[in-house]
């Protein structure tokens, strides 16, 4: 039998100089993803989003962008279990630039919309920085 399990996360932005940055965290086993955690029972998804960033973070400053909203899914193994996974992301504008990363990673970016491309490490995580990319492009913020 396959467990389930739900994440909430976001991708988060901040303007400096007329440029885009985006956040990215450095994950203990290697790779770089964005914030993200799972939804604890009576959380919404922003309430989880909110939760996590501070988190992982120290992030308070989060504006979320009206109308984005990305759902990835993928498998992973955990003591011998097949864990069907499904994260959805949000859009998040901050100002602040200090980041408090928590015990759960060794490293963080605030990185440009092309070193972040490169950065990311798993392909689904790729699209959906693309895909916010492409929004505040649209709405535009870049």
């Known amino acids: 039998m396959v467990k389930e399990e739900r994440s909430a996360g976001a991708v988060i932005y901040r303007k ?4 885009v940055y985006f956040l990215v965290l450095w994950y203990p086993a ?5 914030p993200k955690g799972n939804i604890e029972p009576g959380e919404s998804d922003i309430q989880t989003v909110r939760r996590e960033v501070y988190e992982e973070t120290g992030i308070t400053d989060l504006e979320f962008v ?7 899914e993928y498998y992973y193994r955990r003591g011998g ?5 499904e994260v959805v992301f ?3 504008k901050t100002r602040q630039k200090e980041v408090r990363l928590s ?3 060794k490293g963080y970016a605030w990185l440009t919309f092309e070193e972040a491309y490169k950065r990311v490490t798993y392909k689904n995580s790729k699209e959906v920085l693309r895909k916010a990319y492409n929004y505040l492009k649209k709405l535009g913020e870049i």
């Open 90 to 92: 949000y859009l998040a």
């Open 30 to 34: 290697g790779h770089w993803d964005f």
């Open 103 to 105: 015990y759960e990673h």
């Open 66 to 72: 009206f109308g984005f909203r990305e759902k990835i």
């Open 16 to 19: 400096e100089d007329n440029q």
């Open 81 to 85: 279990e097949t864990v069907h996974k």
